[in-house]
């Protein structure tokens, strides 16, 4: 089980984390959490019905890793966008972007609490088990984490990452490239599992 999920017989899943990969996990989830921002917290006496028709951003953000989380809604990277298309991508933002920005805090959020939870025992090791709803949290969490990352690496769609694999030690992005690819096989274990 040692760096990979399991399936569980209740439908959730279990992977053994060693001390350094719970503080690594922890630290790169509320980095993520830092970067997203804190939520827009109403007034406790406003109107709740009021609060479901906020209006969010209608710009994308300027950040390319937070441009990578809340993409427009119309276009995309091949499509030069009109008039039309920026209005409408807008218009989505101001309606979603807030509680995008809300789930994906609470995702990241949930990852920090399930590893806080754990008790690492005389190896300095710990196996965290999931529960079904925690499983898409952490599917939530550790897909933004990827993205987050690969962004800043400059991973495009077309990469296997082989490329980032030859990069030698002494490269600066080098511990970056690994988080990013143990990430990926974390990811890729947990939807196995749920899926198993």
């Known amino acids: 089980m040692a760096g990979h999920f399991e399936p569980l ?3 959730g899943a279990a992977v053994a984390l060693d001390e350094v990969e719970i503080s690594i996990l922890r630290s790169l989830a509320v980095q993520l959490m830092e970067l997203i921002g804190p939520g827009e ?3 406790e006496d406003e ?18 890793v937070l441009a990578r989380l809340f993409p ?5 990277p091949d499509l030069v ?14 309606y979603t972007e807030n509680d995008l920005r ?15 939870s754990l008790s690492p025992g005389i ?13 898409r949290q952490w599917l939530g969490a550790l897909n933004d984490l990827r993205l987050a990352i690969g962004t800043r690496l400059e ?9 980032l694999l030859r990069l030698p030690d002494t490269d600066p992005r080098k511990p970056m490239v690994m988080a990013y690819l143990w990430l990926g096989g974390l990811q890729e274990t947990l939807v196995e599992s749920l899926m198993g």
């Open 123 to 135: 190896d300095q090791g710990a196996v965290l088990r999931l529960k079904p709803d925690e499983c």
């Open 9 to 11: 017989p209740d439908g």
């Open 155 to 163: 991973v495009t769609d077309e990469e296997d990452g082989g490329e």
């Open 47 to 64: 109107d709740p019905l009021a609060a479901i028709f906020n209006d969010g951003p209608s710009e994308p953000p300027s950040d390319p």
């Open 81 to 94: 966008p009109d008039d039309d298309v920026r209005a409408a991508s807008a218009e989505f933002r101001r």
């Open 102 to 116: 809300a789930r994906k805090r609470d995702d990241a959020l949930a990852l920090v609490r399930a590893l806080d």
């Open 72 to 76: 427009d809604a119309y276009g995309g």
């Open 41 to 43: 917290e109403g007034a």
